[in-house]
């Protein structure tokens, strides 16, 4: 079954104990992405990776790192979480190209006290 | 301004309603757009892709207005199923970047 997994699906942590989400996909998609969100703001996007060892910043990236070293996973780091990291992360992926389609992962919500 | 902006609504229609959502876009680079459906902060579902000339998937009628810079989706006889949350997105051309407008809620009622 074609799917983007995320794990953990849900994260209660303290501030500043570094964490990795992981995101891995079965589709042999060259393209991935990190998002969050967060109530009356909507999705945003965080990081994105057009290949192995491409990434590039999105519109919150403050934070957080991303790494792809292999074409099939593409981890969440947060090196130091702090309350406002508080948020519902998904993972997305899609093949290169035009108008192709993103799928998303199920989700991990994270509560940083 | 937001980049990209839709009505929270909720939109509370009865079964078997047409109703119709817009979602305007400030940056008139965009290229690509799409609608989403979110259903209780699951993840987005892809409904439909929006193409120049407008497209049809069954009682779903997606529209781009460029000189006006919006996109539009009717969904015709509602079911209740068909209660959720609508994202528009918007995608710059030769990026990787999408922006999400924040959802548009729709209630179908018995």
């Known amino acids: 079954e074609a799917q983007v997994t995320q794990n953990p699906r849900y994260l209660i942590t303290v501030t500043g104990k570094k964490l990795t989400v992981t995101c891995s996909q079965n589709?042999?998609?060259?393209?991935m992405s990190w998002y969050r969100q967060d109530p009356g703001l909507g999705l945003r996007q965080i990081y994105y990776?057009?290949?192995?060892?491409?990434?590039d910043k999105g519109d919150v990236p403050e934070g957080y790192k991303v790494s792809r070293k292999e074409k099939r996973n593409f981890p969440l780091i947060l090196e130091s979480p702090s309350p406002n990291q508080t948020s519902l992360y998904f993972c997305?992926?899609?093949?290169?190209?035009?108008?192709?389609?993103?799928?998303f992962g199920p989700g991990t919500r994270l509560l940083v006290l | 301004r937001k980049e990209v902006e839709q009505d929270p609504g909720p939109f509370n229609v009865p079964e078997g309603a047409t109703v119709a959502f817009n979602c305007t876009y400030s940056?008139?680079?965009?290229?690509?757009f799409f609608w989403y459906r979110q259903d209780c902060r699951k993840e987005p579902k892809l409904l439909m892709s929006?193409?120049?000339s407008g497209n049809e998937d069954g009682r779903f009628t997606a529209q781009l207005n460029r000189a006006s810079q919006y996109i539009s989706l009717l969904i015709r006889d509602s079911k209740l199923s068909d209660s959720a949350t609508y994202l528009c997105?918007?995608?710059?051309?030769?990026?990787?970047?999408?922006?999400f407008g924040t959802g548009t809620r729709l209630k179908v009622l018995a």
């Open positions: 997305a992926s899609r093949r290169a190209g035009g108008r192709e389609t993103q799928y």
């Open positions: 589709m042999n998609h060259e393209y």
């Open positions: 990776s057009m290949n192995v060892e491409v990434t």
């Open positions: 940056n008139s680079a965009s290229q690509s």
């Open positions: 929006v193409y120049s």
């Open positions: 997105v918007a995608n710059l051309p030769g990026t990787y970047k999408y922006i």
